[in-house]
């Protein structure tokens, strides 16, 4: 069984957020409903937050981006 560190998981959590990220403003520009695509724009806004947070976590650790 492998031993994961705190910072290996934000490493993994950070990968997701960015890749999330991207879906997201991906399916808003295929969307042809303005109300979906305002959703996928707010999804999208939110998972960058995120991922900026997470860096600042990240570097905070030790770690850097």
């Known amino acids: 069984m ?32 303005d109300e979906i695509r305002h959703r996928y724009l707010q999804l999208a806004n939110e998972a960058s937050k995120v991922y900026e947070r997470l860096g600042k976590l990240i570097e905070k650790s030790g770690g850097s981006i």
């Open 2 to 33: 492998s031993n994961f560190s705190d910072l290996d998981m934000m490493y993994d959590y950070e990968k997701d957020v960015s890749a999330a990220a991207s879906g997201y403003m991906t399916f808003a520009t295929k969307a042809s409903n």
